[in-house]
C-alpha cells in the first residue's frame, strides 16, 4: 500500500514538473517572439511591471535585465525555482522542509544546516536589493 502511493506521489510530481515545463517554456517562446515583433511595446509594458513594484533605483536600468527576460537561462532559473519548491511540504506539527537557500557569498545550504540544538531558528529573507 505503501509502494503504491509512494508510486502515486512520483507520478503526480513529474505531471506537475512536466506541467510547469510546458507553461513556462510556452510563456518563453511567446515572449521572445513579441520582443522579436514588436520591441518596443514589450520593453514598456517590462518596465511599467517593473515600476508597479515601487522599487525605482536608477541604477537598476532596463538596459541592464530586460534583454534576460525571455532566455535560455530565464527560463533554467524559474523552472529550477518553482521544481525545487513542489519537493517542500510543511504541515501542522511534523517538520519544517530542508529547503535550500543560498548565503551572501553564493554558496547552497540548507535550512536545518543552521539549527542548533533546542534553540529556536528565525529566519529573515530579506532582499537583495
Not at 22 to 46: D, E, H, W
Not at 60 to 78: A, H, M
Not at 93 to 113: F, K, M
Not at 117 to 126: A, D, E, M, W, Y
Request: hydrophobic share 45%; proline share 5%; with cysteine.
Amino acid at each position: 500500500m505503501e509502494s503504491l502511493l509512494q508510486t502515486i506521489k512520483l507520478m503526480v510530481r513529474f505531471i506537475q514538473k512536466t506541467m510547469i515545463f510546458f507553461f513556462l517554456f510556452i510563456y518563453v517562446v511567446v515572449g521572445k517572439v513579441l520582443m522579436f515583433l514588436f520591441p518596443q511595446t514589450m520593453a514598456s509594458v517590462l518596465k511599467s511591471r517593473f515600476e508597479t513594484t515601487g522599487v525605482h533605483d536608477p541604477k537598476f536600468q532596463y538596459e541592464d535585465w530586460g534583454p534576460t527576460f525571455f532566455t535560455y537561462k530565464f527560463l533554467r532559473s524559474v523552472l529550477e525555482i518553482m521544481w525545487l519548491r513542489l519537493e517542500d511540504e510543511a504541515f501542522v506539527g511534523h517538520s519544517a522542509p530542508n529547503t535550500p537557500v543560498i548565503d551572501l557569498n553564493g554558496e547552497l545550504h540548507h535550512i536545518w544546516d543552521y539549527l542548533q540544538g533546542t534553540r529556536p531558528l528565525v529566519l529573515n529573507f530579506g532582499s537583495c536589493t
